[in-house]
């Protein structure tokens, strides 16, 4: 008797859910980063002014984060989301291959 087939094809309805569900987890971490720095500068005013009005490098420390800190920090989070997706879907493509050469040589997991 044939047993059905199980496999997964690479961009596959299968393969693109999996890997979609990934990337979702990973741009959910990314945005909850984001928003903490974003919502987090106005709470740091709100709750530490004396801080905040630091002087670093001729700004309030508000200003510093703001005009100076802010922008590389989106930087790296993109850069970090970028690189972390590209593995996300390496890594699933090596895993449907690695099952696509099982089945093709009659091994079992």
Known sequence: MNKPSTKVEIHGEEFLRLLMQKQLGL??????????????LPLANYYLPEMMAMRIFGFTLTWFI??????????????????????????????????QTRSQTGETK
């Not at 920090?73 to 590209?86: A, N, P």
């Open 27 to 40: 741009s959910i971490s990314c945005a909850a980063a984001f928003l903490v720095v974003l919502l987090g």
């Open 66 to 99: 703001l005009g100076i800190a802010f922008f590389p920090f989106v930087w790296i989070i993109s850069y970090f989301f970028i690189k972390r997706s590209i593995a996300l879907e390496d890594a699933e493509v090596a895993e449907v291959s690695q099952q």
